[in-house]
């Protein structure tokens, strides 16, 4: 009989296939935005663990300048320093008046304290010429923990 047209079976064959082949591209865009929308979830979470680690050192940073700042204010007046004028205690407020130097030297270094670091706060302590100096800071947008301390202890 007739013998087939090997280019009419083609033409119809690829038709065929092309109406196939829509509806799987499709699906391969799909899956595809998934994929991409999952890794930029996991990039933005990277990002987020970062900025919170970042927080954290820099007022870790912040406690340990303004630790160093008192200590090297305490040097400069040793005498006063040893004879135990620098000690304060923690949560104890500013000066009534800063008048003498040890006085005024607290009560800026507890000014810095409160506005660098998250409710900052200090303490000093000294005991057989060893001066011991604490920091406290809210770190919660930090690494987890609510309060975070930083402790200095050095010889005057």
Known sequence: MFAPDPVTERSS???RNKRRQCGFSMIE????IVVLAIGLLGIAGLQLSSLKGTDSANYRSTATMLSYDIVDKMHANRALA???SYSIAMAAGLPASPTTIQDVDIANWLTALDTYLPSGDGSITIA???VT???QWDDSRGEGSTTESFQL???L
């Open 82 to 84: 040893l004879a135990g």
């Open 29 to 32: 865009v799909l899956i595809s």
């Open 153 to 155: 202890s050095t010889a």
């Open 128 to 130: 057989n010429g060893v």
């Open 133 to 135: 100096v604490t920091v």
């Open 13 to 15: 064959s690829l038709g």
